[in-house]
C-alpha cells in the first residue's frame, strides 16, 4: 500500500511541460524560411524570447563570446526588445561547414538583427551566438 502511495505521489510531481513551452518558445509569433536544424531553430527562439522579455543576462550566456555578449546583449535588447513582440520572421541560411546566419525581422519595425551562430565542432556541433562586433559597426545593423 506504501509503495502504491509513493508512486502515486511520484506521478503527480512528474512535470511533463514541453521545454518550448516551459521557456515561452511556444508563444513566439514567429515564421521561418530556409532549413535550420532543431538546434539552430532552438537557439534563435530562445534567443528572441529573451530579447522579448528584455533578459540581457540570458541572452549573453547564449553567446561564447565572454564580455563581448554581455554588451551586446544590452544593446540588442535595447533596440529589439518592444520589437521582439511583433510578429517575426527568421530567414536562415546555413553554411555547413561550421556558420548559420539568420536575418530576423520584426512586422512594421525597419531594419534587420542579423544572427551568426557557430557551431562548437568540439562538442557535438552544439551552436552559440556570435555577438562579438566589429571594428566600427554597431550590432543589429545590417
Known amino acids: 500500500m506504501v509503495a502504491a502511495a509513493a508512486l502515486l505521489l511520484g506521478a503527480c510531481t512528474t512535470d511533463h511541460t ?7 518558445r511556444a508563444d513566439l509569433d514567429l515564421s521561418v524560411t530556409g532549413q535550420p536544424s532543431s538546434e539552430t531553430l532552438a537557439l534563435v ?3 528572441l524570447v529573451r530579447i522579448q522579455q ?3 543576462e540570458g541572452l549573453a550566456k547564449l553567446s561564447y563570446d ?3 555578449a554581455e554588451r551586446t546583449a544590452e544593446k540588442w535588447v535595447a533596440k ?3 520589437a521582439a513582440r511583433k510578429p517575426m520572421t527568421a530567414d536562415f541560411a546555413v553554411d555547413p561547414k561550421k556558420y548559420v546566419t539568420v536575418k530576423i525581422r520584426f512586422r512594421g519595425v525597419p531594419g534587420v538583427l542579423p544572427l551568426t551562430l557557430e557551431a562548437d565542432t568540439d562538442d557535438d556541433w552544439a ?4 555577438t562579438g562586433e566589429e571594428p566600427g559597426k554597431e550590432p543589429g545593423k545590417g
Do not use: Q, R
Not at 18 to 24: I, N, R, S, Y
Open 18 to 24: 514541453p521545454p518550448h513551452v516551459k521557456d515561452g
Open 45 to 47: 527562439e530562445k534567443a
Open 54 to 56: 528584455h533578459d540581457e
Open 66 to 68: 565572454g564580455e563581448d
Open 80 to 82: 529589439w526588445g518592444d
Open 127 to 130: 551552436y552559440g551566438i556570435v
